[in-house]
T-cell receptor
Framework: GEDVEQSLFLSVREGDSSVINCTYT??????LYWYKQEPGAGLQLLTY?????DMKQDQRLTVLLNKKDKHLSLRIADTQTGDSAIYFC???????????FGKGTSLLVTP | GAVVSQHPSWVICKSGTSVKIECRSL??????MFWYRQFPKQSLMLMAT?????????EQGVEKDKFLINHASLTLSTLTVTSAHPEDSSFYIC?????????FGPGTRLTVL
């Protein structure tokens, strides 16, 4: 499918906020997801947002959705070293909820 | 959250052999499971959608005779890589759908010598 775009790398200091951006492709995507992948491991679902929502907050995570621009962002407040990982955004495709993934943003949190 | 397991977690095989990977939803029933493939430092690419009791739907460019998928029950889907070759070496990840969420297995690293 077409590319879901993400910046490849982000470095922040511990305690700062991290913002990871994503541009998706399919305006008919019903759900948009953020996953976290630690080295050598599978994917952990962090959060998802329904396409008719603008924002969703879940503890330290805030998802913003601009449907007009097809732009999705994930903000992590008070970023910790344990947040260092690769973060993938994904859009649901087809009607069966298969996912089209971005290439992932590698987040490095430094002390 | 829901738990999905994969077995084996890693496998090394000789070229020409077949390898079976199992994906199980441990605490929920999944009518739909998905198989993805991830190359190093790359994104996940959807290979196929596996529906319980019916034939899998393969994405364009994925050979269905090479990657055999069987979704025999609501908690188990298997992917068999037939006559594996070194270019099949990759990280294979399954997911199981529960309502609007997809839960991923820990992945299986396949190395074909």
């Amino acid at each position: 499918g077409e590319d879901v775009e993400q910046s490849l790398f982000l470095s922040v200091r511990e305690g700062d906020s991290s913002v990871i951006n994503c541009t998706y492709t399919d305006s008919s995507s019903t759900y948009l997801y953020w996953y976290k992948q630690e080295p050598g491991a599978g994917l952990q679902l962090l959060t998802y947002i329904f396409s008719n929502m603008d924002m969703k907050q879940d503890q330290r995570l805030t998802v913003l959705l601009n449907k007009k621009d097809k732009h999705l962002s994930l903000r992590i407040a008070d970023t910790q070293t344990g947040d260092s990982a690769i973060y993938f955004c994904a859009e649901s495709i087809n009607s069966g909820y298969a996912l089209n993934f971005g290439k992932g943003t590698s987040l490095l949190v430094t002390p | 959250g829901a738990v999905v397991s994969q077995h084996p977690s890693w496998v090394i095989c000789k070229s020409g052999t077949s390898v079976k990977i199992e994906c199980r939803s441990l605490d929920f029933q999944a009518t739909t499971m998905f198989w993805y493939r991830q190359f190093p430092k790359q994104s996940l690419m959807l290979m196929a959608t596996s529906n319980e009791g019916s034939k899998a739907t393969y994405e364009q460019g994925v050979e269905k005779d090479k990657f055999l998928i069987n979704h025999a029950s609501l908690t188990l889907s298997t992917l068999t890589v037939t006559s594996a070759h070194p270019e099949d070496s990759s990280f294979y990840i399954c997911s199981a759908r529960q309502s609007t969420e997809q839960f991923f297995g820990p992945g299986t690293r396949l190395t074909v010598l």
